[in-house]
């Protein structure tokens, strides 16, 4: 069981670290900015936190003074707490209200770290064994071990009640993503904080919940994770936001392939390079793609009967626009049949638009064609 502590320890400690150098790379060009520098000292608040978990579980004493590991472990995490309340004030408050927010979280952390550093001694802390620090029936202790929980989950909760509408207030996508992260992290960090109190009153009351214990830890380690990543979204981000652009591209390209196919075989001119399966450049066949649609749909014009029943397909409670998506869809498929037959039906579509449906944008675009497409591809399986 100490091994895994151990190592969840090791794991919060390493991606603060890595935080950390990654922050401190740009300290030449921020260094002039308070919230960067708030950062930073969050960041090696943090590390220290997860450094003293780490030495605290080799036992024994520190500098000379039993479990003295434990206590500047808790007094970095109280710290930390109130540098993470200050870095969320600096990202999203005007600079009076930072300022103010600023202060009031400063003597609370200091009044939080004074009141568990005379309890600590108080409670006789040098002399207990480390297992006391698990959950204890000592009064003293306990109350040194609640007040440290109390200190971490009133963060956990302002920080989620922040983050929330500050992300739906910035124009900044970097900034929203990684306060969305750490929203995340404080619920993480608030079950952490739930866990270690279930720890601390069933040790208590001498209740052995075996195994259990661990949650705490793991719940510790993942939520550090996870803000580590929200600090330093603007390493990760921008790659993760173009894979996913390009995720998004590909289930657009493979879901217009279906409609795609059968205008090209009707009107092979609208390709302008041999048909491949290479997605190397996606972008460009993304295009492509759209463009050869649309002038395959316009060859069509000639053979779309108006009058074509288009209700078959869409749900009876569905949207306009996907009633308009299956009237489309209807209309592609009957003209395809149409022109192999060389039927040309008495009221012809053969002047005029998309229905109204020419979006202003590309992303606009292709979001329509795939719903086209979609129920194109569900009218052929019904039929």
Known sequence: MNAIRTLCFATAALSSYAALFYRLSQARRSWRDGAYRALIATLLLQCLTFTMGAVAMGGGSFLGVGNLAILIMHLAAVAFCVAAQI??????????????????????????????????????????????????????????????????AVPCVTIYRQCGPYAR???????????????????????????????????????????????????????????????????????????????????????????????????????????GASVSDLNYRLHRRVVEIRDGWRDLRPYIDRETNTADGANGEAGEELRQAFAEAAQIRQALQAKRTGTVPDHSKDAGDFDDRDTDNFVAEVAWLTQVAAAYSKLGKAS
């Open 87 to 152: 870095i969320l004030l600096r990202w999203a408050a005007t600079d009076e209200a930072a300022a103010r927010g600023t202060r009031y979280w400063l003597v609370t952390g200091i009044v939080l770290d004074v009141l568990l550093t005379a309890l600590f001694f108080l409670a006789d802390g040098p002399g207990r064994p480390t297992s006391d620090f698990d959950g204890t029936s000592r009064p003293l202790l306990l109350t040194y071990l609640l007040v440290f929980v109390v200190s971490q």
């Open 169 to 275: 207030m910035t124009d900044n996508a970097s900034l929203r993503q990684a306060l969305r992260m750490l929203s995340v992290a404080a619920v993480v960090l608030f079950l952490y904080c739930t866990a270690r109190t279930v720890n601390i009153l069933t040790a208590a009351t001498g209740v052995d919940i075996g195994a259990w214990k661990l949650a705490s830890n793991v719940f510790s380690a993942t939520g550090i994770v996870i803000l580590s990543l929200s600090l330093i979204n603007s390493l990760w981000g921008p790659p993760v936001s173009r894979l996913k652009e390009w995720a998004r591209s590909y289930r657009a390209y493979r879901a217009l392939h279906p409609l795609w196919r059968d205008l090209y075989e009707s009107s092979p001119d609208i390709a302008l390079e041999p048909p």
